[in-house]
């Protein structure tokens, strides 16, 4: 009997060809278009976290705790590398960093302005956060006084690989104090802060510019996937700031609820009249056919096998709607993970906002299984409707019923 | 064929309830949606200008691609003679800006440091309007440093306080003096306050030799609709050495930050539209399906395929004219509502200071002409979902249409 359900759902199904064509365009059209969008809007904030990661907090960052409100050189960690070397043997800890950063006045002949000077072990940082994939022109070494620089303050200093400027800050004394440096390399880390105010030196060089003993640090950065870490460093060390990526960046976490909130709605409203599209043609389609549905009736054929036929045939229409727009949406998705939305032309805006001037998606499951429980839902709540209106009616009434 | 069409929309109530309503929530939707993305554009960028740059900037040319004292402006008085005979500008004024090392007796920090007109600013920017502590400057304040409320943070600085500054005069020697710190200013721009200081020109002009000179003339227009127009007028006065600038060149990584955003936001809603359009087509496809003998009827006793076409164009039109009737008024309502009286997100500015928000609020756009082409866009979207509906119902013949099961 089921088979023979099935056949009649199916045949049913593609009775009104263009009709159920229709629905299973608008299902794969507006299903395809709202995957490639969350992955893209997914695709840009996880791009951005990740550099974020990689290129300064990490998991955790550990601070003198007055050093995020009064970032002064005499609010250091005091003995940051005796507190590296004995992270580095926690089995939690995946990679560690120590960093010394000074504001100051970034200058050449022509231009001046504000930056902030970062010491830094190169080999330490490509562990870190590969280090090197931030490299957008020149060479990453500190060879001959080398330095690199943030794409942006590159731009406001106009200076290129190969040129020369001066930092000048107050050293541990409160002197003056200034370094020449040549560039070596332009840095894109999509870090608005470092990417316009960054310049990275050798740690060892910047720790003898400032005077300062080599075994401190403004910041200590940890990789983890450890979710208990973060605690066991605030008791292991009660005196300094232990915080965690959100924390450091309240900004990501607002902008990530933000995109669950947005995305949510959009998925809930196009979904919604998603449903009103099938709700539709599934009426239409029962109402056309309600003699038939009498006759069946009134030849033995149970309610539950006619409910069981419809749902069926609601489901069919769905979910080849659903098998539609899960291949172009896999397709879109995974031509913008691969090839990326080409934005260079706004280059400089997207830049400035730390993102990259090529935009890649993500690809989650959780968008095809969310859309398939939510097509599906639809199209069987798409049939309550028309079902209450079989079941009410007697089987004579329904052979009698004028459509 | 008008009359038949209201019959019509009045006999088939589900069909006309749910493109009313689908119709009435994309009309609604689309004004508030692009008012409040136009808004928040509009009020970035205008607290962008009024905070410090100017609607027209005028630079030696080359002074913002390459920088330095050879290509500061060296005459400034001939300029203002010219700009004084252009109407439509409502103020300008002469700033000289250099940067250099700002010390206190514990701290320094590396600042914008600008001489501007004290009279003159407080018309230009909001600056004075700005201020949190002590005073702002006048002709006659001498050493007076009027400085960002951040910078004088990390200076560690209070009112009364001394000073040092150290930086590069106009002819390139060796500038430094002793400043007082007067007043403090916060505009909200949180690295304007953080590296920004001012002097009176007639002090920093003394200690950077920078009489006559200007990094560049910011001028004030009276309408920024006619900022264009100003524009060309003083090109055409000054000479060629000299550019002048309008906000739209010197803030177009904003104003290109701000067409992504409408770029993504219209993507986004887009999204909707598709699936209304196909839902609006679905409904008005199957009530003409349900009306072939209807129709077949009609074209055997003479209605031409035109008629046919004139018909259902009329139903779909009187539709979309009664839901855009209604969601207009609410939408302009809204738009208007939150134009005056922003949304306000506590602590917005805070969390997205380096990306340049300033403010809290995100004001709404009111704008009649935007709300035209949102709503003809709906009409155009809705008569569109008729055009397969009617190509399917004139593809029958009348009798085959007439006689359809």
Known sequence: ???????????????????????????????????????????????????????????ISIYHKDYRLNKIIANHVTDAKTIKAKLEQDSEVQAVVTRFSVDGLSATARKSSFANIIGINLEDEEKFGQFSDFLKKGTLDFKKRGALIGGELAKTLKVKVGSKLVFSTQDKNGDINSIALRIRGILRTANVKLDTSAIFIDAVRLDKFLGIDKNI????????????????????????SVKNFLEINPMMQMMEDSMVIFNSMIFVIVMFVVFIGILGVMYVSILDRIREFGIMRGIGMKYSHIRLQIILEALFVGLMGYLVGALFGFSGLYYLE???????????????FGYETILYAEIKLSYFTNTFYAIFTASLLSVFLPLRKIKKMHPIDVIKADT | MFNLALKNILFYKGRSITTLILTFIS????????????????????????????????????????????????????????????????????????????????????????????LKEPSMSQLKVALVEGEFLSPTSGNCLYAGVDLVKKLEAKLGDEISFVGAASDNSFAADLFKLCGTFRTGSFSFDASSAFIAR???????????????????????????????????????????????????????????????????????????????????????????????????????????????????????????????????????????????????????KDYGIISDEIPFSFNLFTITWNISVVYLLNILSILYPMAFINSFKPVEAAHHV
């Open chain 2, 202 to 352: 007639a002090y920093f002009d003394e200690l950077m030799m920078s009489h006559n000179k200007a990094s560049y003339i910011n001028i004030k227009v009276h309408d920024l609709n006619d900022v264009d127009t100003i524009n060309t007028q003083i090109s055409a006065k000054i000479d060629d050495s000299i550019e002048s600038l309008t906000w739209k060149t010197l803030m177009k990584t904003m104003v290109d930050a701000m067409e992504v955003d409408s770029i993504f936001g219209y993507i986004t809603i887009s999204i909707f539209y598709v699936v209304i359009f196909f839902v609006i087509m679905i409904f008005g496809f199957i009530n003409v399906s349900s009306r072939i003998r209807e129709f077949g009827t009609l074209r055997c006793i003479g209605l031409s395929r035109q008629k046919i076409r004139t018909l259902l164009f009329y139903e779909i039109f009187i539709l979309s004219s009664i839901a855009i009737m209604i969601a207009t008024p609410i939408g302009a309502y809204i738009a208007y509502y939150y134009s005056v009286h922003p949304i306000v997100i506590d602590g917005m500015s805070e969390m997205y």
């Open chain 2, 27 to 118: 009309a609604l939707m689309f004004i508030v949606y692009v008012s409040m993305m136009d808004g928040s554009h509009e009020s970035m960028l205008k607290n962008a200008l009024k905070v410090y740059t100017g609607s027209i900037e005028i630079y030696k040319k080359d002074y913002r691609d390459i920088g330095g004292n050879e290509y500061l402006i060296t005459d400034v008085q001939k300029i203002e003679k010219e700009l004084d005979k252009i109407e439509g500008i409502d103020t300008y004024t002469a700033r000289y800006e250099t940067y250099g090392l700002l010390s206190s007796s514990t701290q320094s920090s590396a600042s914008l440091v600008a001489g501007v007109e004290p």
């Open chain 1, 217 to 240: 640090a403004t910041q200590i950065a940890i990789r983890t996937q450890s979710s208990t870490l973060q605690d066991k460093l605030k008791k292991d060390y009660p005196n300094l």
């Open chain 1, 338 to 352: 691969n090839v990326g939305l080409d934005l260079s032309a706004y280059a400089d805006a997207m830049e400035s």
């Open chain 1, 1 to 59: 009997m089921f088979k023979l359900i099935l056949k009649l759902a199916w045949n049913n199904a593609f009775l009104r060809l263009s009709r159920t064509l229709l629905v299973i365009i608008m299902i794969a059209v507006s299903m395809s278009m709202l995957l490639a969008i969350q992955g893209l809007f997914d695709g840009m904030a996880y791009n951005m976290s990740d550099k974020m990661l990689r290129s300064d907090s990490g998991e």
